[in-house]
């Protein structure tokens, strides 16, 4: 697991798989066509879409209390566990191609002392983050010379952001509800190192950007 951060530049003043995740550069505002995720009802059930994802996210939590939690967390699946678990493949399948949610009510930090993220009741209920590929994308980019990250992210459901009257990359930052939680959204943009594409990224520093819902992007955080 990645060393743990040194975050610098964070403001903190003031869907899947499918086109409804679109590039900030191509018109199209990530996590606002809601009703694109499978598996939702499309705005029958009170709150639509967002409420069924809540709703899966919770039961996914209750169904795997095991190992003081840890049994929730999506991202410590092997792909033979996601395989056999229809609820996770669910889970998962709610952000486009390239992309991996990170749910704070599931997710967890390794590395030190291993802890879920702090405080998932005041953050989003899904953030979307960008994970490796090569060749290396608008979304997501590696510079071997530096050594360098640099991936998006942006909250899916962007109307139910606890932040979302909040100005730029505080729209993250304002809810993030504890700064170390920064680093699981860090390891996802570099999840699993980079292996599965054939990139060495344990000691990549980062660089974030968030995708606001109209589709432009500004910093959001460095990890070095």
């Known amino acids: 697991m990645r060393r743990a951060p040194t975050i610098v ?3 903190i003043c003031a869907l899947a798989m499918s086109t409804a995740c679109g590039s900030s550069d191509s018109g199209s505002t990530p996590g606002t066509d809601a ?3 499978p598996g ?11 409420e069924d994802v809540r709703a899966w996210v919770d ?13 929730w967390d999506l991202n410590a699946l092997t792909p033979d566990e996601v395989a056999a678990d229809p609820d996770a493949q669910r889970l998962l399948g709610v952000c486009g ?10 997710a967890w930090e390794y590395g030190g002392a291993d802890h879920q993220w702090i405080n998932p009741e005041a953050s989003a209920l899904c953030y979307c983050v960008y994970i490796p590929v090569t060749p290396s994308t608008d979304h997501w980019a590696y510079d071997a010379a530096l050594d360098h990250v640099t991936a998006d992210v942006y909250v899916l459901f962007p109307d139910e952001n606890p932040c979302r009257d909040a100005v730029g990359a505080d729209q993250v930052a304002g809810c993030i509800g504890d700064p ?18 054939g990139l060495a990224l344990a000691e990549a520093s980062t660089e974030l950007r ?6 432009s992007r500004v910093h959001l955080i460095d990890n070095l």
């Open 9 to 11: 530049c964070v403001s």
């Open 35 to 37: 009703g694109a995720i």
């Open 40 to 50: 939702t009802d499309g705005g029958s059930t009170p709150g639509g879409p967002a």
């Open 59 to 71: 039961a996914y939590r209750a169904a795997h209390p095991g190992n003081g939690g840890m049994d």
């Open 97 to 106: 191609a390239d992309q991996r949610p990170v749910y704070p009510r599931l």
């Open 180 to 197: 170390t939680n920064f680093e699981i959204l860090v390891d996802t943009a570099s999840y699993h190192d980079g292996a599965d594409v």
């Open 210 to 215: 968030y995708i606001l819902p109209d589709g």
